[in-house]
C-alpha cells in the first residue's frame, strides 16, 4: 500500500494507473475509520482496480466552535485499516497542502446546502465541496463512494459532479450500524455511557416512522409531530436541531411521504451532534 501526503505524488500515482488501465475507485474520509468507511472501501474494492483511501481532517468544513481540534486522529489505525482491506493507496495530505493561505476559492452551493443541517453549520457544505473538489481534481477517480450516513452532503457531491462535469461514477453505501441501530460515527466516542444509551433514540425515533409509514400513515407533520414526542419522552433532555421530511432529491419539504423521500434528523446528546436518516422505499 503505498502512503502519499503530497498532491503531486498523488496525481502522479494515479495517471500511472490509468495509463496501465487500471480504473480507481476512491473513498474520501477524515479518518477514524469505522465500519462505515469500511463497508464504502469493500463497495470500491469490488467494483475497481485500485482502490485510494483519503484521511484528510478538513478545517474548512468545521464551523467555528466545532470539534475540529478534538477530532480523533489515529494515523497508525487508520493506515493499518485501510492495509489490512487491500487499499492500494492512502492519500494523507497535510493541511498546507490541501489549503494554501491564503486561500480564496471556494466551490458554493445555494439550494441543497440551505436546508437540514445547512443553517445550523455555517460554511460547513462549502467547505465540503471545496476539499472534495479538490480531492477529485487530485485523485482523477472513475468512482467515488460516500455513505447514505450524511445523506445531505451525499446529496451534494452527486448533484456537484453532474453538474461541474466531472467523469466520475457515484456510489452511495447503506448506513452501518452499532447493535442496538446507533449510526457509527467517528462522534460518538464523544458521549457519555449515559449520553451513549440516550443516543439510540435518533434510530428509534426512525424506526416509529418507518412503522407508521408502513401502517398507512403518510402525513409529514404528524410522523414529525410523532418522532417529536418519542425524542422528548425522557428524563435526560436533548436538543433537537430538526426532524425533517423530504424529497430525497431535491431535500425540499414534503407534505406526504412517499417513495424516494428522506426522513433525516438532528439531534445534540449532550455536546454531541448526532445525525441520522432513513430513505423511504
Ligand atoms: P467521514 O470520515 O465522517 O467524513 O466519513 C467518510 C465517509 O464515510 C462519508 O461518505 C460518510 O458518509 C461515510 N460514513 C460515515 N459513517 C458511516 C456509516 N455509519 N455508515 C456508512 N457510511 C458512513
Redesign the pocket.
Known sequence: MDIICVPSEMRKWSAEHKRSGSTIGFV????DIHE??K??VRMAGADSDATVVSIFVNPMQFASGEDFDHYPRKRDEDLAACEGLGVNAVFIPESEAMCPEPFSIHVDEDRLSNVLCGPFRPGHFRGVLTVVAKLFNIVSPDSTY?????AQ?AALIKHMISAMNYAIDFHI?P??REHDGL????RNRYLSSKERQRAVCLYDSLILARELYGRGECAANEIQSRMRRLIETDTFPVDIDYIEIVDAVTLEPVGTVRPRTLIALAVRVGKTRLIDNVLVE
Not at 449510526?183 to 467517528?186: E, L, P
Open positions: 474520501p474520509t477524515m479518518g462505515g468507511h463497508s464504502l460516500f455513505g447514505q450516513k450524511d452532503q453505501g448506513i452501518v449510526a457509527i460515527s467517528s
